[in-house]
């Protein structure tokens, strides 16, 4: 069974933390999910194969050109938080003064 | 009377005057509240609308959207409490698009939190039943959008596809459930799960109002790179035409009776059964249907792929999600403590666990072995599947193995029927496919569906074909008439 500080790890990265039944759900879900992993490798020759990451070649993608679209205003943009000092949004401090 | 009629016979009545887009509102909007309570279809029921008459066959349609898709000033959740007070300040192109064809909007759907899960039953606001017995899921992601359409509140709805979130809801409902090729609906406004997988996908109760629905919807959006060049053509114009000779072809893993005829499940065993009957009727409209053999562990390997894949996209896809930009924010003393704690309260347990699971794909020590393994295994079943389709014009299958389950139901899920018959529908999803469930027949009193796919930009014959095989079912507009309601 996976070993739930691997999990812990991985939750911590992910910015979140659950609770200790949780970890526990968690190991019995990831028996299932690693035997059906398996079912990967057994596919022959997978290991020769480029991996896919988009459905099909569409070759009407294409980067749009830069130009002026909708934009809100500060009113709008406002309406949007409770967390204001006159006209602006007030962020958490991002810069540690140690840095 | 309204509840039930499709889109084409309200839009009659509307042209006849026998009928207001007011009263279509207000008999869809009384339908709403009156099965909040028992079926849970929708975060969110608006009691008024404001679009003006258009010149479309949505024009003074009532319909319901998903609660992921971005509605200006309108509550949009996800159903997940990390965005429970979110009101965004702009529109999806889906929903400018329909506000601009007339259709009256009569509410956001429930769905699985986030869209990641295919039970109905992991929103924050609770589960969403199923109209044909309320002890039984409707299935997900688009819960509350197959449930309003199947109740007969609303002609259509609009949900999101990554797995078969439109086209297995739709299944365990009894209505119509279609995601075009990929990239032939804007994306922009729909909030991502899996941005190499999701899909815009349609319910309605027949193939025709699909068709009318994706004729309005379609089209390039410089907002969605990936989104197509129309193909300028009109769905509803080809739906009739002559099928004989089309090639469809059956999987003989997913759905060969013989492989089962040891089971005890009678559940299975009708389904098959009902559906190689069902092959015989088309077969009887001129299809050329055949079987097909292909190679078990490539088919086996579909959901595990599709697991490594969608959580692996969805973890990067939500860190956005941090109480900073949108939702509830955190409390702690610094901007990590703050982000770490409004991500631990505002995600459920079940959407922890599958970032958790993509987290774990993508790290260094397993990248290659599970996240590249399951990148190649998309490729290798697309690559099988394009090979089949130089010979077929579609693959025909069983929506499910079974009808829509209870909600203190267990599957095995290491089992050939959990691999292979519930989770083939990522099919056209790993491959951007247009896919199409439609419903034909019935067990133990709930509908039963089949499910074609079709090669990438032939959605017009996908649904061309789909309507014809309606026609030779009894499903055609079919709803639960569950309630005491007169409207």
């Not at chain 2, 190679?295 to 969608?310: E, F, R, T, V, W």
């Not at chain 2, 077929?392 to 009808?403: C, E, T």
């Not at chain 2, 996908?462 to 009894?474: G, Q, R, W």
Request: some cysteine.
């Amino acid at each position: 069974m996976i070993e739930k500080d691997k999990l812990k790890k991985y939750a911590r990265l992910l910015m979140f933390d659950m609770k200790d039944e949780e970890y526990k759900t968690l190991q019995e879900e990831f028996d299932v999910i690693l035997k059906q992993m398996d079912l990967l490798g057994k596919i022959p020759d997978i290991d020769k194969v480029k991996p896919m990451t988009f459905p099909y070649k569409n070759m009407d993608a294409t980067l749009r050109d830069d130009e002026v679209g909708d934009y809100l205003t500060v009113g709008e943009v406002l309406e949007n938080t409770k967390y204001q000092v006159g006209d602006q949004v007030k962020v958490p401090k991002v810069v540690d003064e140690d840095v | 009377m309204y509840r039930g009629k499709n889109i084409s016979e309200l839009k009659k009545q509307l042209e006849n005057n026998e009928v207001t887009k007011e009263e279509l509102f207000a008999s869809a909007n009384k339908l709403a509240h009156y099965f909040q309570d028992d079926y849970n279809s929708f975060v969110t029921i608006l009691d008024e609308y404001k679009v003006k008459d258009r010149d479309s066959l949505l024009s003074g349609i009532p319909y319901a959207l998903k609660d992921n898709f971005s509605t200006a000033n309108i509550l949009t959740t996800a159903s997940s409490n990390i965005l429970k007070d979110y009101v965004p300040v702009y529109d999806a192109t889906v929903y400018k698009k329909l506000k601009k064809a007339g259709a009256l909007l009569v509410g956001k759907t429930v769905l699985d939190e986030l869209a990641m899960g295919g039970t109905g039953t992991t929103a924050n606001t609770g589960v969403v039943r199923n109209p044909w017995d309320k002890n039984r899921m409707i299935g997900g992601s688009s819960a509350g959008s197959a449930s309003c359409v199947a109740l007969g509140i609303v002609p259509f709805s609009i949900g999101s596809d990554t797995g078969d979130s439109v086209r297995k809801p739709a299944a365990f409902g009894g209505v119509v459930g279609f995601k075009p090729t990929y990239g032939r609906i804007s994306r922009y406004g729909l909030f991502s799960f899996a941005s190499s997988l999701d899909h815009v996908g349609i319910f309605t109760r027949n193939v025709k109002d699909a068709s009318i629905v994706t004729d309005v919807l379609k089209g390039y959006d410089p907002k969605d790179m990936v989104t197509l060049k129309d193909d300028n053509k009109k769905y509803t114009d080809t739906l009739d035409n002559d099928i004989k000779g089309k090639k469809l072809f059956y999987i003989k893993e997913i759905c060969n009776s013989e492989l089962y005829k040891d089971s005890n499940d009678h559940e299975l065993l009708e389904v098959l059964d009902k559906f190689h009957k069902m092959l015989d009727k088309c077969r009887n409209l001129g299809y050329v249907i055949e079987e097909v053999s292909i190679d078990k562990n490539l088919l086996a390997a579909i959901y595990p792929a599709y697991m490594c894949i969608s959580c692996a996209e969805a973890t990067s896809n939500n860190a956005n999600l941090t109480g900073i930009q949108f939702g509830p924010r955190g409390e702690g003393n610094n901007i990590s403590e703050i982000m770490f704690d409004a991500r631990t309260k505002g995600f459920s347990e079940f959407i922890k666990r599958r970032f958790i699971l993509g987290s774990y794909v993508l790290q260094k020590e397993n990248q290659d072995k599970l996240f590249l393994n399951a990148c190649r295994a998309r490729r290798m079943i697309v690559d099988k599947i394009n090979e089949l389709f130089n010979e077929y014009d579609g693959m025909i299958l069983p929506a499910s193995g079974g009808i829509a389950p209870t909600f203190d139901s267990s599957s095995e899920k290491l089992t050939d029927r959990y691999l292979l018959l519930e989770n083939h529908l990522a099919i056209a999803n790993f491959g951007g496919f247009p896919s199409i469930t439609i419903p034909y027949d019935f067990v133990d009193s709930m509908p039963i569906a089949l499910n074609i796919t079709s090669p990438i930009m032939q959605d017009d014959l996908l649904l061309n074909m789909a309507y014809k095989i309606e026609s030779v079912t009894d499903c055609c507009d079919i709803y639960a008439k569950v309630g005491d309601i007169d409207v």
